[in-house]
């Protein structure tokens, strides 16, 4: 064995097949029968020709610049059937793995992040929509189909013949006045408000599974903000637990205050009910291994006789009957073990009356200890009164004949659990959702406690200001602060359009009041006519209609930066394959392969 062969097999490998390649002096390799070596295309007869590889397209300037706003309004178009309470879902099959998943959704996020698009701009779009989704739980719709609609218009003047230059500027200077109109028009509230609340969040609810769920969603959560310390409200709201259960209907769902999980009983003559219960909780399992495996060795237990196989039996039992009673001892009448618990002790622990639940992942196992205040103890020697977490009950009930375990009346009211019913799986996970976006407006909320009206109110009032402050300005600007007006009337001809009405009916009488002082009048999609937003309760939290506005001027100012498109050719699949197998055993990889693991 040389010198080489010697260093590579005292090294810890991280790259088994590399590590060989190189201890026996590797060569680049030939290319197996399905691949083939990747040829540079930019050379004819020796000489370089092509400043771009061949076969690969550009685009530049003017058309490029109408092209993507024609994207980007494809995909405002794609997005405003699902707008509002009304919107209309959309099935998406997306391949995950070798599995096909259903998806039945209108919420934005989902769309945008199962729908597969391949033009960059609707990638941008859909990501600029996920993002504001996912920073105030709402807004991603509304960024798209506004952002969608400012392109189009702006696209007009672009083509008219005003420079991009200055589109850009008209809409920065629009995008300040708009949120200087948003912050005019936001009204504070009194988050005690219970009406208020309720309000807000029957508004928010765009799911079309949960609009007539709308006072049970708005109940749970009054509870929640009841239940909680307001110190740690936000942080409740934003990490609350939603358990889904198949079978019956949305109205069968529940608030838990405290944990609910799922888990089968561990001995049928065990308690299944514990009040004033006191929690300790194991880390790893109650059992005495008789083999293992550590990185460098395997390890057992040899009987050579079967009168050392039972005392090694009786001495196992002993150990593990020392441990329960010494849970016991401290006033512990529940036990939570993360791992498995050896059978030889089941029926010793049914007759201690000890609830013994087993099987945490370390997540849920995480989440009862924060409930019940209770200590994750790996070593028993060490655990004591303090050690102990308490709940008023400790409870099993068969929910769709499946066993679940709550604990209810925690030391520690941050935890809460949503136990979610629905027919089937894409229901529950299109319920899962909304309720989530609703959780994460309503913490939105609770930092800046003003409202906007809704029912696209605000957008009327905002075109309106806008067209009064093109008044004041002069030159280009003019045109494309008023384009970005019009844009702005999108918003409430998508919620009159999705409530089956025609826009050109009712956008114009809409303009009208608000020319004569009606602030506040907006489109109510139940009533199916222009009311007082304020009075009829249509409320939306302020930051998420300034998160929307924001996200959708930053898309269009992005989107008319862009003047060159260049789109590279891919390789081959045989090409492909020769060079993703290449990339392990590179030249530059091999030489820090060597330096990483010391070979000369």
């Given at each position: ?42 050379y004819i007869d020796g000489k370089p020709v092509y400043i771009l590889g061949k076969g690969a397209q550009r685009e530049r300037k003017k058309p490029l610049q109408l092209l993507n706003i024609e994207v980007a309004g494809y995909i405002s178009e794609f997005l405003k059937t699902t707008f509002g309470p009304l919107g209309l879902d959309k099935i998406i099959i997306a391949q995950e793995g070798k599995s096909r998943i259903i998806y039945v959704s209108n919420d934005s996020e989902v769309i945008f992040r199962k729908t ?485």
């Amino acid at each position: 064995m040389n010198n080489t062969e010697i260093q590579v097999a005292s090294l810890e490998w991280r790259s088994l097949r590399a590590l060989r390649r190189i201890s026996k002096g590797w060569k680049p390799e030939f290319p197996l029968n399905h691949e083939k070596i990747p040829k540079p295309d930019i050379y004819i007869d020796g000489k370089p020709v092509y400043i771009l590889g061949k076969g690969a397209q550009r685009e530049r300037k003017k058309p490029l610049q109408l092209l993507n706003i024609e994207v980007a309004g494809y995909i405002s178009e794609f997005l405003k059937t699902t707008f509002g309470p009304l919107g209309l879902d959309k099935i998406i099959i997306a391949q995950e793995g070798k599995s096909r998943i259903i998806y039945v959704s209108n919420d934005s996020e989902v769309i945008f992040r199962k729908t597969p698009f391949q033009h960059p701009i609707a990638q941008f779009l859909a990501g600029a929509a996920v993002a504001a989704q996912k920073e105030v739980g709402g807004g991603g719709a509304t960024s798209v189909i506004l952002a969608g609609e400012i392109l189009k218009n702006c696209g007009t003047l672009i083509e008219k013949g005003i420079h991009p230059s200055i589109v850009q500027d008209g809409c920065i200077e629009a995008m300040n006045k708009v949120i200087e109109i948003i912050d005019k028009n936001a009204m504070p509230i009194t988050i005690n408000d219970d009406k208020i609340i309720s309000q807000i969040v029957k508004t928010s609810l765009t799911s079309g599974c949960l609009i007539e769920f709308g006072d049970l969603i708005a109940d749970m959560i009054l509870k929640i903000i009841r239940y909680v310390n307001e110190p740690y409200l936000e942080d409740a709201l934003l990490n609350i637990k939603i358990k889904k259960v198949e079978g019956g209907w949305i109205g069968d769902s529940r608030l838990v205050m405290g944990c609910a999980f799922y888990r089968e009983p561990t001995h049928p003559d065990m308690p299944e009910k514990v009040v004033n219960a006191k929690i300790a909780i194991l880390k790893g399992g109650l059992k005495v291994s008789e083999r293992g495996r550590t990185r460098y060795f395997d390890h057992g237990t040899i009987s050579e006789t079967l009168h050392d196989y039972k005392e090694f039996r009786v001495e196992k039992k002993r150990i593990l009957k020392d441990v329960i009673e010494k849970v016991s001892s401290i006033g512990a009448n529940v036990l939570f073990v993360e791992k498995g618990i050896d059978q030889d002790i089941m029926d010793y622990l049914a007759r201690m009356k000890l609830l013994t639940i087993r099987r945490f992942p370390p997540p849920e196992l995480e989440e009862v200890a924060e409930a019940t205040g209770a200590n994750i103890v790996s070593d028993v020697n060490i655990l004591d009164t303090s050690d102990l977490g308490e709940a008023e009950i400790v409870e099993l009930r068969r929910i769709a004949g499946e066993p679940w375990w709550f604990i209810e009346g925690c030391r520690n009211p941050r935890v809460v659990n949503i136990l979610l019913r629905g027919a089937n799986a894409q229901l529950l996970l299109e319920a899962e959702t909304a309720i989530k976006n609703v959780f994460k407006i309503i913490s939105v909320l609770w930092r800046d406690r003003r409202v906007v009206a809704g029912g696209g109110a605000l957008e009327m009032e905002i075109a309106r200001q806008l067209r009064e402050y093109s008044k004041q300005t002069s030159g280009k600007k003019q045109l494309v602060i008023n384009a970005v007006a019009e844009a702005f009337h999108s918003i409430p001809s998508a919620l009159i359009q999705n409530a089956g009405l025609k826009p050109i009916d009712i956008v114009p009488n809409l303009r009208s009041m608000h020319a004569h002082g009606g602030v506040n009048i907006g489109f109510d999609v139940f009533k199916r006519t222009p009311c007082d937003m304020i009075s009829s309760r249509i409320l939306e939290p302020v930051q998420v209609k300034v998160q929307a506005v924001k996200t959708a001027f930053e898309a269009v100012y992005t989107i008319l930066r862009i003047d060159d498109f260049i789109l590279c050719r891919r390789l081959p699949k045989p090409e492909a394959d020769y060079k993703r197998r290449m990339e392990g055993t590179a030249p530059e990889r091999v030489k820090k392969i060597k330096r990483d693991f010391g070979i000369d």
